[in-house]
């Protein structure tokens, strides 16, 4: 039998699968520490010069050097007043940033193939290993191309961990809980940003609180003795006496009487073996470009995931720029995924996928562009105003990118379906690492770009066919041959 109807006789989800689960899945919420504490951690504290002039902020500036003393605020430190990235020496903040998530770009690379070569354990553990050393070497750097070389490191690790913890976490999950547990993933992600944001309004030293963001990941070590392969993992891998072993002990903690013989796994012959993995290398990714239907598919999804990692990015690390109390706002910025959530699970199978996905991003594009008509400094009504609008365009685009998850899966013919996933999520990173650039030129160039973008991927997606109720299909040809049928 196929490794699915096996599971479901073991249970879809059962004590094992939830245990497993909660000890993975448990893992992003400090994940999410790690991508969010650069928003405290180069933030910009108050500054003024002493000597020979008096001037605060930007009129520093304008003194072109001629001031011998700056003084920073006490209100935080940050890798700003460290070494004095202000002015001229600004942009570095916003560099640093985008060299983070190049890092988590090359990460998803280096982690994806590693993870399907080597086991979702091994190189879950690696990227622990990682994060912690990182973490800890970041708070003892001495200047500014040192911590930026760490923070490279520890976005190629946080993008890595976050691939496996999501897939782990999910795939010896039966299909019906499949879309149900992939979201709650995405919750627990959205709760570490507003951990993050309570941590950081405590830790106010930028070193310590690279540590304190760091360090809990030690913990996790233990849990490798305990945690185990992933059976999907050693079935796809021809390790199906492995496979069936952990199949039957999670039969037994799932209270299922089952035999051993009864959950066998089917052995393909050799020549079907070898027809299956010649047929899966005929398969690249200029395949998805050479005929009309699937190109035309590639790139309505590249283009949607590439401006909801920007939008989602660009909102959640410029949080604490938006409304007057940078932590309330990055909190609440994690807390409203919250919603966008609960309505996928609810919506998403009543609606459908491409309603969906148009609507939550074109949500999340008009609040973006109504930010543009508030003007700062008019009073605590409208940073309220602000700080709403900001959520709501949060709300919008974090439900975008869980449905797209979902929806390109669909979309993409099993033959080649992770290479689709590969190249969506690619365009996703470099997104997310134009993001930090839009933030120097100012709220006023940020919104519009984040408006405008989010608006025209909504609306492109209206060109993707609706995948609710129908049969995936197999191969590009079915895609090209419009053969999808809906299941009965």
């Known amino acids: 039998m196929d490794f699915d109807t096996a599971l479901s006789k073991v249970g879809e989800l059962g004590l094992a699968q939830i245990v497993t689960f909660i000890?993975?899945?448990?893992?992003?919420?400090?994940?999410?520490?790690?991508?969010?504490?650069?928003?405290?951690?180069?933030?910009?504290?108050?500054?003024?010069?002493?000597?020979?002039?008096?001037?605060?902020?930007?009129?520093?500036?304008?003194?072109?050097?001629?001031?011998?003393?700056?003084?920073?605020?006490?209100?935080?430190?940050?890798?700003?007043?460290?070494?004095?990235?202000?002015?001229?020496?600004?942009?570095?903040?916003?560099?640093?940033?985008?060299?983070?998530?190049?890092?988590?770009?090359?990460?998803?690379?280096?982690?994806?193939?590693?993870?399907?070569?080597?086991?979702?354990?091994?190189?879950?553990?690696a990227g622990v290993i990682l994060l912690v050393l990182t973490s800890i070497l970041s708070g003892f750097t001495q200047s500014y191309l040192q911590?930026?070389?760490?923070?490279?490191?520890?976005?190629?690790?946080?993008?890595g961990t976050g691939l496996v913890i999501f897939v782990y976490s999910t795939e010896n999950i039966g299909a019906s809980y499949r879309v149900f547990a992939g979201t709650l993933v995405q919750v627990v992600f959205a709760l570490g940003i507003s951990g993050c944001a309570g941590v950081a309004y405590y830790v106010r030293d930028w070193r310590n609180l690279t540590f304190i963001t760091g360090i809990p990941f030690l913990f996790y070590l233990p849990v490798f003795w305990v945690?185990?392969?992933?059976?999907?993992?050693?079935?796809?891998?021809?390790?199906?006496?492995?496979?069936?072993?952990?199949?039957?002990?999670?039969?037994?903690?799932?209270?299922?009487?089952?035999?051993?013989?009864?959950i066998a796994l089917a052995r393909p012959p050799k020549e079907k073996k070898k027809e299956h993995q010649d047929k899966a290398k005929s398969v690249s990714y200029l395949d998805f470009f050479r005929t009309p239907n699937i190109r035309q598919r590639m790139?309505?999804?590249?283009?949607?995931?590439?401006?909801?990692?920007m939008v989602y990015l660009g909102l959640t690390m410029g949080a604490g720029d938006i409304g007057s109390n940078a932590y309330v706002s990055v909190a609440l910025s994690g807390l409203a995924e919250l919603p966008a959530y609960v309505a996928c699970i609810l919506l998403l199978d009543v609606i459908g996928r491409r309603i969906m996905l148009s609507g939550c991003t074109i949500l999340g594009g008009l609040a973006c562009m109504l930010l543009l008509f508030i003007p700062d400094n008019a009073g605590s009504n409208a940073e309220m105003l602000q700080t709403a609008l900001a959520l709501i365009g949060k709300i919008g685009v974090s439900a975008s990118f869980n449905v797209v998850y979902i929806y390109s899966s669909e979309l993409a013919p099993t033959s080649?379906?992770?290479?689709?996933?590969?190249?969506?999520?690619?365009?996703?990173?470099?997104?997310?690492?134009?993001?930090?650039?839009?933030?120097?030129?100012g709220k006023y160039v940020m919104f519009q770009v984040f408006g405008l973008l989010s608006l025209t991927a909504g609306i492109s997606s209206l060109l993707l066919p609706e995948t609710l109720n129908q049969a995936l299909p197999d191969t590009i040809e079915d895609i090209e041959n419009y053969s999808t049928k809906k299941t009965q």
């Open 23 to 125: 000890l993975v899945t448990s893992m992003n919420f400090l994940l999410a520490f790690q991508q969010v504490n650069l928003a405290f951690i180069a933030k910009e504290p108050s500054f003024y010069c002493t000597k020979p002039y008096k001037a605060h902020g930007d009129e520093v500036c304008h003194l072109e050097g001629l001031c011998e003393d700056i003084q920073f605020g006490d209100e935080f430190t940050s890798i700003v007043s460290e070494f004095k990235l202000i002015c001229g020496e600004s942009y570095k903040t916003s560099l640093v940033q985008s060299i983070y998530m190049i890092g988590v770009l090359f990460g998803g690379l280096i982690w994806g193939p590693k993870s399907d070569a080597i086991g979702r354990k091994k190189t879950l553990m």
């Open 147 to 159: 911590f930026a070389f760490l923070k490279f490191i520890n976005g190629a690790a946080v993008g």
């Open 227 to 262: 945690l185990p392969e992933s059976p999907r993992w050693l079935a796809s891998k021809g390790k199906l006496n492995q496979a069936e072993a952990l199949l039957f002990k999670m039969a037994l903690r799932n209270k299922k009487e089952v035999l051993r013989k009864e």
């Open 299 to 309: 790139l309505v999804q590249i283009f949607t995931w590439f401006g909801c990692s």
């Open 416 to 441: 080649a379906r992770s290479s689709a996933l590969a190249l969506c999520t690619m365009s996703a990173r470099i997104g997310g690492a134009l993001a930090p650039s839009v933030a120097p030129y």
